[in-house]
């Protein structure tokens, strides 16, 4: 095998471990900024995040901006 076909294949390599790499850490970066948060649903907002990069990245950006939503707490009226 010449030189170039072997480059090309570690080129390739490369490629694909970055490709995969960043689509994990995409799909794990909701999830952990939610747990951090102390977000109340961090674990929806996890499962959310994978089956949006899974099923087409469309509502990606509206996960991520759920992990750093928080519910306001109920305030307790006294009567």
């Known amino acids: 095998m010449p030189f170039i076909d072997i480059f090309a294949w570690v080129v390739l390599l490369v490629v ?3 490709l995969v790499a960043s689509f994990v850490a995409l799909g794990v970066m909701p999830g ?9 649903w961090a674990q929806a907002v996890a499962i959310g ?3 949006t990069l899974v099923f087409g990245f469309v509502f ?7 992990a750093y939503v928080d519910i306001p707490a109920k305030r307790e009226t006294s009567q």
């Open 16 to 18: 694909v471990a970055t």
């Open 32 to 40: 952990r900024i939610a747990r951090g948060r102390g977000h109340p």
């Open 49 to 51: 995040s994978w089956a």
């Open 60 to 66: 990606w950006p509206l996960v991520l901006i759920w």
